[in-house]
């Protein structure tokens, strides 16, 4: 356990972060990058080093507390690094989750890296439920397709979080970027290896249904869409705007006139029926399962939705009170 | 049925019972187990001999009744068994094995005490090489006589099922300012560097610190039999010494206050959901993709009982509400195990492993080089073997002696002692 992380030097550090986060918030992001320093710029050699030096020098070598002690503070390589981090934390806005480059997502940890869209916990939340659902539902294998992967989030999260030979999700995204970067957290969360595939795919793109049509039946389609409209996008905080990428963020073309932000909802709900989901028997599952910016969407997506053929929709709420999920039965 | 049911039944008359309910009442074998005539209680012949013992002289008498229904029970099995049932037999035998655990170090410890008589005779023979004889084999069966009152002291005590499992410790400052903070974090130091000793796993489940200044900690701390040894330093630490931020000199007094509660793992504590209020960090906004947030930190809140646990110490909210989840279901349990406790023990003045967290319990002067523990009126001469954990073993032995010894006193006001449950 890290005895004494401060000394004199990281005061101005803990103080420049207080600036921008507040004095709680500060010391657990200080915290963070800590623990990540350790752990990413090991020194080990440092005790060694000390005790020749000490040695060369006709005098005694570290005591066993004073190796110890030493081992708790920082290198100076170390130093350069929280310095740097903190530099850009609060001058260029970068955010925390890419200069540590990890985000845990429920039972998997994943690789973040600018301009992918970063993890949120409400995305974690509804994702987690869901896996819930479908486990209690136990049904055979359900064949899901992840709708603007990004980080390969929802993906990885749903196969974490559920029984081998239960899902197989094939998760797309238009982003070069968001895909290499999906790729890499597939490898490194070897749970999910069997259950998921990632693909580069641009859902606007003239048949796009009848590919998919083409691998088999699928069934369900799940999503955290672009739903920022480009009027709450000029408002948006500078961690967000100036780091992640603005087609994870704002649907469709940026100059669009649709102020709504439902355009790329509205093109899934299309997608769906396309893919055969508005047919068929009803289950107690959902078909689609589509994220959303808050209680001025609820009623557009539902519309679009019922428009497509999904009879029942429900409305789920995130741990802040907000609406954030809008599912999509199709009950006979 | 779960453990909390389990605690609340506890037989403390249920040897009686369960002996009616065996059948040797339908036997004939109905007996009433008086005392002695005597107007006092009398001590086994020899015992005097051994020195200053614990077992009072009520105890033995209990002990006596013990060993008669044990041989009662053990002529049972080796007689006519023929005509009882599986179930009558199996009863039986758990009793015998539960009572022998008591009987057979007694009986051993009877022995020992006629052989001590026979030793005194000894003693005062005229032969030289007898008598050194004597006092030799003397010493050992002394030493044979404490093992085996310990034993049955062991097999007396009531087991408390808390005190084989792991442990919730948190230290928290009290006043003092800096100081106390400071003094927290030497406490902590000193436990880890004693469950290190101990080959004890150490878990930070949350922290408000600055660097070496901690105003609260919560850690949890695996291995075996860890409440049974922690459950001592719940209460308030004191220091008295000259700060590191003191530019005079002058010495400062100041608190933390430490508790300890049993980690309810294993323990089925049922918490309905819709008695849980769980808090998040708002997002001032819209929140989702049009915020990046990294608070993850959580309050959740028993509304019933107003226990409130919070927790911010992991990057992931779904962790945090896991650890919040750990530390309130120990408080709970806790709080219920408390409660029973004190329930139990209304009648006596209770010193240790209370928990009851206002009470001054120890007092580090490092001017004097002094620890001083209060309950017990336990001084030792060693601030440096305490802070770096090597020193707190004895401490700790010294506690476990007293709070065993008023656990034996207690018993002393109950009409029957029930051998150990299983």
């Given at each position: 356990?890290?005895?004494?992380?401060?000394?004199?030097?990281?005061?101005?550090?803990?103080?420049?972060?207080?600036?921008?986060?507040?004095?709680?918030?500060?010391?657990?992001?200080?915290?963070?990058?800590?623990?990540?320093?350790?752990?990413?710029?090991?020194?080990?050699?440092?005790?060694?080093?000390?005790?020749?030096?000490?040695?060369?020098?006709?005098?005694?070598?570290?005591?066993?507390?004073?190796?110890?002690?030493?081992?708790?503070?920082?290198?100076?390589?170390?130093?350069?690094?929280?310095?740097?981090?903190?530099?850009?934390?609060?001058?260029?806005?970068?955010?925390?989750?890419?200069?540590?480059?990890?985000?845990?997502?429920?039972?998997?940890?994943?690789?973040?890296?600018?301009?992918?869209?970063?993890?949120?916990?409400?995305?974690?939340?509804?994702?987690?439920?869901?896996?819930?659902?479908?486990?209690?539902?136990?049904?055979?294998?359900?064949?899901?397709?992840?709708?603007?992967?990004?980080?390969?989030?929802?993906?990885?999260?749903?196969?974490?979080?559920?029984?081998?030979?239960?899902?197989?999700?094939?998760?797309?995204?238009?982003?070069?970027?968001?895909?290499?970067?999906?790729?890499?957290?597939?490898?490194?969360?070897?749970?999910?290896?069997?259950?998921?595939?990632?693909?580069?795919?641009?859902?606007?793109?003239?048949?796009?249904?009848?590919?998919?049509?083409?691998?088999?039946?699928?069934?369900?389609?799940?999503?955290?869409?672009?739903?920022?409209?480009?009027?709450?996008?000029?408002?948006?905080?500078?961690?967000?705007?100036?780091?992640?990428?603005?087609?994870?963020?704002?649907?469709?073309?940026?100059?669009?006139?649709?102020?709504?932000?439902?355009?790329?909802?509205?093109?899934?709900?299309?997608?769906?029926?396309?893919?055969?989901?508005?047919?068929?028997?009803?289950?107690?599952?959902?078909?689609?399962?589509?994220?959303?910016?808050?209680?001025?969407?609820?009623?557009?997506?539902?519309?679009?939705?019922?428009?497509?053929?999904?009879?029942?929709?429900?409305?789920?709420?995130?741990?802040?009170?907000?609406?954030?999920?809008?599912?999509g039965y199709h009950k006979t | 049925m779960n453990a909390?049911?389990?605690?609340?039944?506890?037989?403390?008359?249920?040897?009686?019972?369960?002996?009616?309910?065996?059948?040797?009442?339908?036997?004939?074998?109905?007996?009433?187990?008086?005392?002695?005539?005597?107007?006092?209680?009398?001590?086994?012949?020899?015992?005097?001999?051994?020195?200053?013992?614990?077992?009072?002289?009520?105890?033995?008498?209990?002990?006596?009744?013990?060993?008669?229904?044990?041989?009662?029970?053990?002529?049972?099995?080796?007689?006519?068994?023929?005509?009882?049932?599986?179930?009558?037999?199996?009863?039986?035998?758990?009793?015998?094995?539960?009572?022998?655990?008591?009987?057979?170090?007694?009986?051993?410890?009877?022995?020992?005490?006629?052989?001590?008589?026979?030793?005194?005779?000894?003693?005062?023979?005229?032969?030289?090489?007898?008598?050194?004889?004597?006092?030799?084999?003397?010493?050992?069966?002394?030493?044979?006589?404490?093992?085996?009152?310990?034993?049955?002291?062991?097999?007396?005590?009531?087991?408390?099922?808390?005190?084989s499992a792991g442990a919730i410790l948190e230290i928290?400052?009290?006043?003092?300012?800096?100081?106390?903070?400071?003094?927290?974090?030497?406490?902590?130091?000193?436990?880890?560097?004693?469950?290190?000793?101990?080959?004890?796993?150490?878990?930070?489940?949350?922290?408000?610190?600055?660097?070496?200044?901690?105003?609260?900690?919560?850690?949890?701390?695996?291995?075996?039999?860890?409440?049974?040894?922690?459950?001592?330093?719940?209460?308030?630490?004191?220091?008295?010494?000259?700060?590191?931020?003191?530019?005079?000199?002058?010495?400062?007094?100041?608190?933390?206050?430490?508790?300890?509660?049993?980690?309810?793992?294993?323990?089925?504590?049922?918490?309905?959901?819709?008695?849980?209020?769980?808090?998040?960090?708002?997002?001032?906004?819209?929140?989702?993709?049009?915020?990046?947030?990294?608070?993850?930190?959580?309050?959740?809140?028993?509304?019933?009982?107003?226990?409130?646990?919070?927790?911010?110490?992991?990057?992931?909210?779904?962790?945090?509400?896991?650890?919040?989840?750990?530390?309130?279901?120990?408080?709970?349990?806790?709080?219920?195990?408390?409660?029973?406790?004190?329930?139990?023990?209304?009648?006596?003045?209770?010193?240790?492993?209370?928990?009851?967290?206002?009470?001054?319990?120890?007092?580090?002067?490092?001017?004097?080089?002094?620890?001083?523990?209060?309950?017990?009126?336990?001084?030792?001469?060693?601030?440096?073997?305490?802070?770096?954990?090597?020193?707190?073993?004895?401490?700790?032995?010294?506690?476990?002696?007293?709070?065993?010894?008023?656990?034996?006193?207690?018993?002393?006001?109950?009409?029957?002692?029930?051998?150990?449950?299983?």
């Amino acid at each position: 356990m890290p005895r004494s992380v401060l000394n004199n030097t990281v005061i101005p550090l803990l103080r420049q972060l207080t600036k921008k986060l507040g004095p709680q918030q500060a010391k657990n992001e200080l915290r963070w990058m800590a623990d990540h320093v350790r752990k990413a710029i090991p020194t080990k050699h440092t005790a060694e080093h000390a005790t020749s030096a000490r040695l060369w020098r006709d005098q005694p070598a570290p005591s066993a507390e004073e190796t110890e002690v030493a081992s708790k503070r920082f290198s100076s390589v170390q130093w350069a690094w929280l310095r740097q981090a903190v530099h850009d934390r609060v001058e260029t806005n970068k955010p925390l989750q890419y200069i540590l480059g990890t985000q845990p997502f429920g039972n998997a940890s994943l690789l973040t890296r600018a301009p992918v869209l970063i993890p949120r916990w409400e995305t974690e939340e509804w994702v987690l439920k869901l896996s819930d659902m479908i486990r209690a539902e136990n049904t055979g294998l359900l064949n899901i397709l992840d709708a603007c992967t990004g980080s390969g989030c929802v993906a990885l999260g749903l196969a974490c979080a559920l029984p081998r030979e239960s899902v197989h999700i094939t998760g797309v995204d238009v982003s070069h970027d968001a895909c290499d970067l999906a790729i890499e957290n597939l490898l490194r969360n070897k749970k999910a290896k069997q259950a998921v595939e990632f693909q580069r795919l641009d859902l606007n793109e003239q048949g796009v249904a009848s590919e998919l049509n083409s691998r088999g039946m699928w069934d369900m389609v799940v999503a955290n869409p672009p739903y920022v409209t480009p009027n709450e996008y000029a408002e948006l905080d500078p961690d967000v705007k100036d780091w992640e990428d603005v087609r994870a963020l704002v649907p469709g073309d940026p100059m669009d006139v649709d102020q709504s932000g439902l355009s790329f909802v509205v093109r899934l709900a299309q997608l769906a029926r396309e893919l055969g989901l508005a047919d068929g028997e009803s289950t107690n599952l959902p078909r689609l399962v589509v994220e959303i910016g808050g209680a001025h969407q609820v009623d557009g997506a539902r519309q679009a939705m019922h428009d497509n053929g999904f009879n029942l929709t429900e409305v789920w709420k995130d741990m802040a009170g907000i609406d954030r999920v809008v599912l999509g039965y199709h009950k006979t | 049925m779960n453990a909390l049911q389990a605690l609340r039944t506890r037989p403390m008359r249920a040897l009686v019972r369960d002996v009616r309910l065996s059948g040797l009442l339908n036997t004939g074998m109905t007996q009433r187990y008086a005392t002695t005539a005597q107007s006092k209680p009398a001590l086994p012949p020899g015992s005097e001999l051994a020195g200053k013992s614990n077992l009072t002289a009520k105890i033995h008498e209990k002990l006596k009744i013990m060993q008669y229904k044990h041989n009662k029970i053990m002529e049972q099995m080796t007689g006519d068994i023929s005509g009882m049932e599986r179930e009558d037999m199996a009863r039986l035998a758990k009793e015998q094995s539960s009572m022998g655990m008591i009987v057979v170090p007694y009986e051993h410890l009877l022995k020992l005490y006629s052989e001590l008589i026979e030793l005194e005779q000894m003693m005062s023979a005229d032969d030289p090489d007898l008598r050194r004889l004597a006092r030799e084999e003397r010493q050992e069966v002394l030493e044979n006589v404490v093992t085996a009152e310990n034993d049955i002291i062991n097999a007396l005590l009531p087991k408390d099922s808390a005190e084989s499992a792991g442990a919730i410790l948190e230290i928290r400052a009290g006043t003092g300012g800096d100081e106390a903070s400071i003094f927290c974090g030497d406490l902590l130091h000193m436990y880890e560097k004693y469950a290190q000793l101990r080959k004890w796993k150490l878990e930070t489940m949350s922290m408000d610190s600055e660097g070496d200044k901690i105003k609260e900690i919560v850690l949890k701390v695996s291995g075996r039999g860890v409440f049974g040894v922690l459950m001592f330093e719940s209460g308030v630490h004191r220091v008295q010494r000259v700060p590191a931020t003191e530019t005079q000199g002058r010495v400062h007094t100041s608190t933390a206050t430490v508790a300890v509660l049993p980690h309810a793992a294993n323990v089925n504590i049922v918490i309905k959901e819709s008695d849980l209020r769980i808090d998040v960090f708002r997002a001032s906004g819209k929140g989702g993709q049009h915020v990046n947030t990294t608070d993850s930190a959580v309050r959740i809140t028993h509304i019933p009982t107003g226990i409130s646990v919070e927790n911010q110490q992991e990057r992931s909210q779904i962790q945090n509400r896991e650890r919040a989840m750990q530390v309130l279901r120990a408080r709970m349990y806790e709080r219920e195990r408390s409660r029973l406790d004190l329930e139990r023990r209304a009648s006596r003045n209770k010193l240790i492993g209370s928990g009851d967290r206002s009470e001054k319990c120890r007092t580090y002067n490092y001017a004097q080089n002094r620890v001083t523990d209060h309950r017990i009126n336990f001084s030792m001469f060693n601030i440096e073997g305490m802070m770096n954990g090597t020193a707190l073993q004895i401490v700790i032995d010294q506690l476990r002696i007293q709070h065993d010894l008023d656990e034996l006193a207690s018993m002393d006001n109950f009409d029957d002692i029930s051998p150990p449950n299983q």
